[in-house]
């Protein structure tokens, strides 16, 4: 493809494709899948195109699976069937890189269960973090955050304004060469279709002035551990307690399968016996933009109300985060215990070293409190998950990286890049 915008998980794909027998692409509508496997793929077949395309793909899975390799098989889940059809396809090919399957909704386990080892690989595709789309300076490679000691350093970039302006105009790739009330008034198309249209996919689908509600209430509550109780009663739910919040549990669960809402689990991890951790999780969307467009925020409300400001800055860091975290197997939790210890973000590698974050908009004052609840996390933990630490970081929306003097890292998020 010409003029394709590089994301971060190319080199993912690259790699899937040439170790196991196709690669599912999983994210949220208009994050970009199909454009991304399009610039991987040599033939195609989208199965949203027509009812015939479907049919075929229904009664004959084998002429909708010839063409050349890798085959792209673009919204697969619109034929639930076509999975186990790839599946005995990749089989009996022996070969690897045979197809991409791109989809909106998560399969269900009875149609993959069966993947097999070596099949199927599964991967999701996010919104545009800054490095993707140019806003990052690129002057913190992400990667330098998992050696220790470390010194990082950068000047310039995006200004606060500036920030203002990325929370709502967001991550969509369409969008990002738009004015934030251009976008903001695309997403509000989009939110509106997530309620009225993505969520009529699902196995039943709550009504969507039900949905509609909720997404306006996660939106109030962004960065947040609120309740199921809250939301419930934010969203209109008025049975018995123990009703509303299952129902409110299950609206989640399916805003989760069509990736709209992607929960900050709580980090699990060995603590001293002084102390208990919290393990609720915190609300984030995939990306800021589709809870703006639900409020109607626009930077200038932003710039007005800084507690808003920075409970939404967290949100567009902890998304870029999660990002980054991908490129290095990364996963990406927060951290809260009984004391009433809060750290925003612990991203966790495979071989169990970590890297905690706290994100604050960037005052001097802000900055000292942050780098002194990270050194009391270090506190908390057994000196064995203690030593397993290799950087104290503080996220912020300014024009300065720079590491302090007793080693905690203050980086912009406009600096990052992985």
């Given at each position: ?327 290095l197997d990364g996963k990406v939790y927060h951290y809260r215990d009984s004391s009433g210890l809060e750290i925003d973000a612990i991203v966790e590698l495979p071989n ?5 974050f706290e994100i604050k908009l960037g005052s001097t004052k802000s900055i000292d409190e942050a780098a002194n609840n990270l050194q009391k996390l270090l506190t908390r ?38």
């Amino acid at each position: 493809m010409k003029n394709y915008n590089k994301r971060l998980l190319d080199q993912k794909i690259e790699k899937k494709l040439k170790s196991t027998g196709g690669i599912l692409l999983k994210g949220v509508r208009f994050c970009g899948k199909t454009t991304t496997a399009m610039h991987y793929a040599a033939s195609i077949v989208r199965l949203d195109e027509s009812e015939q395309i479907r049919e075929q793909a229904i009664l004959a899975p084998q002429i909708v699976l010839q063409g050349d390799t890798p085959r792209l098989l673009d919204e697969w889940q619109l034929v639930p069937s076509i999975w186990n059809a790839v599946r005995a396809e990749i089989d009996h090919r022996s070969e690897k890189g045979q197809f991409i399957l791109t989809g909106s909704t998560s399969p269900s386990d009875d149609i993959s269960a069966h993947t097999g080892a070596g099949r199927i690989a599964r991967l999701t595709l996010r919104t545009m973090s800054l490095a993707e789309s140019n806003e990052s300076i690129k002057a913190v490679n992400f990667n330098d955050l998992f050696i220790k000691n470390t010194q990082i350093g950068g000047l310039g970039g995006v200004e606060i304004q500036g920030y203002a302006n990325l929370i709502v105009r967001g991550g969509m790739p369409a969008l990002i060469n738009e004015t934030p009330e251009i976008a903001q008034e695309a997403m509000i198309d989009y939110v509106e279709n997530i309620a009225y249209v993505d969520m009529r996919t699902l196995s039943a689908p709550p009504t969507p002035e039900r949905i509609s509600a909720l997404i306006r209430s996660l939106s109030r509550n962004i960065s947040t551990e609120s309740s199921l109780e809250k939301l419930a009663t934010e969203t209109g739910i008025i049975d018995q307690s123990s009703i509303a919040t299952s129902t409110v549990r299950k609206y989640l669960d399916q805003l989760s399968e069509i990736f709209v809402l992607e929960e900050l689990p709580a980090w699990k991890t060995h603590i001293r016996s002084s102390v208990q951790q919290r393990i609720k999780p915190k609300w984030h969307f995939v990306d800021t933009s589709i809870a703006t467009a639900a409020l109607r925020i626009l930077p200038t409300g932003l710039l007005n109300d800084f507690d808003a400001f920075g409970v939404f800055f967290e949100s567009m860091a902890i998304r870029d985060l999660r990002i980054y975290a991908d490129t290095l197997d990364g996963k990406v939790y927060h951290y809260r215990d009984s004391s009433g210890l809060e750290i925003d973000a612990i991203v966790e590698l495979p071989n169990e070293t970590w890297a905690a974050f706290e994100i604050k908009l960037g005052s001097t004052k802000s900055i000292d409190e942050a780098a002194n609840n990270l050194q009391k996390l270090l506190t908390r933990l057994t000196p064995e998950k203690a030593a397993q630490c290799v950087s104290l970081n503080v996220l912020i929306a300014g024009t300065s990286s720079y590491t302090r003097k007793d080693g905690v890292n203050v980086v912009s998020l406009g600096h990052l890049f992985a």
